[in-house]
């Protein structure tokens, strides 16, 4: 009997744990397979591919196993010009998002029009392929849908990276994000309030069907980066700010990614990082006029991933 008031609270406790998990994590999930995607949604999942976040088949995060963006000009089989077009290319092998392999994810319309006009249902990781975001409207309404053009459009997969006009790594770069803690002090979701005005457009709910993880971030130290490639898409400044975030606001808490860039840059250079930090404290202390040179990432670098992610959040 002495014990009593203590059980009773365990017991009340469980229950408001339990209640708690029910509200936040069971009941949103309802609505969100209730929900179809939209086109960001879609985007985002054949961007980003299966999981960003740790992963068996990525174990130290390196960014491996993600599909390429690539944007078009021309037809990768006749050659003919078109309009700047977006494809997301799954070389072999490569891990479908949960989108691609799961019929309860897209919505029940989107689902229905991926396979039937969008062939979606003929993809298979063992052969990867070529795909993507198409919409059709009907009765006024616009409903998106995911095409593999490897069978609607006879896109291979080497023709299409050959014809590609940009490559953009953005599913490696968010593996990056992650990995480096990013989501720590910037979140990727503006809310209605004065962060419309700010930060762009808030999302809706159908905009995360499929992606794993969300990268909502839990606090906010800086600014919301969801759409920060509209408001800043210069290569220039992100370098900077990257590879040292006091080049850019002389006041930054934020770390330096110097170590990003590996140990050689663009031109195959190996980078002295002794020597520039040398450089940058005698421009700090006004015994140089000028900073010294960023080097140029290589294409294969981490940060050149991560770039790509930041850079392509539109």
Not at 226 to 250: C, D, I
Request: net charge negative; with cysteine; aromatic share 12%.
């Amino acid at each position: 009997m002495g014990f009593r008031e203590y059980r009773i609270g365990s017991i009340l406790f469980g229950v408001a744990l339990s209640t708690s998990m029910v509200v936040t994590v069971y009941m949103p999930s309802l609505d969100i397979s209730g929900v179809s995607s939209t086109a960001t949604a879609l985007e985002k999942q054949l961007t980003y591919g299966s999981n960003s976040g740790f992963d068996y088949g990525d174990l130290f995060l390196h960014g491996n196993d993600k599909p390429t963006k690539v944007i078009l000009k021309k037809n990768p089989v006749t050659g003919a010009a078109m309009d700047d077009t977006a494809a997301y290319v799954f070389p072999a092998g490569t891990s479908f998002p949960s989108g691609l392999k799961h019929d309860n994810i897209l919505g029940a319309d989107v689902q229905a029009l991926s396979v039937s006009m969008g062939k979606m249902d003929q993809a298979a990781e063992v052969t990867g392929g070529v795909f993507l975001v198409s919409s059709k409207v009907t009765n006024g309404v616009e409903t998106p849908y995911v095409e593999f053009a490897t069978a609607t459009r006879g896109w291979g997969i080497e023709a299409t990276l050959a014809a590609a006009s940009e490559t953009i790594l953005a599913g490696a770069g968010k593996t990056m994000f992650v990995r480096e803690g990013c989501w720590w002090c910037h979140t990727l979701l503006p809310e209605q309030t004065h962060d419309w005005q700010s930060f762009g457009r808030p999302p809706v709910l159908g905009d995360f069907n499929g992606e794993s993880p969300t990268t909502f971030g839990s606090d906010r130290k800086a600014p919301d980066l969801l759409h920060v490639g509209s408001r800043n898409s210069s290569k220039e400044w992100m370098m900077l700010h990257f590879f040292n975030p006091r080049l850019v606001q002389p006041h930054s808490i934020m770390p330096r990614y110097d170590y990003l860039w590996g140990p050689k840059d663009k031109a195959g250079n190996v980078i002295d990082l002794v020597k520039w930090d040398e450089e940058f404290e005698a421009y700090r202390d006004g015994d140089s006029v000028y900073p010294p040179e960023v080097p140029e990432y290589a294409d294969d670098s981490e940060i050149r991933y991560l770039m790509d992610f930041v850079l392509n959040s539109k």
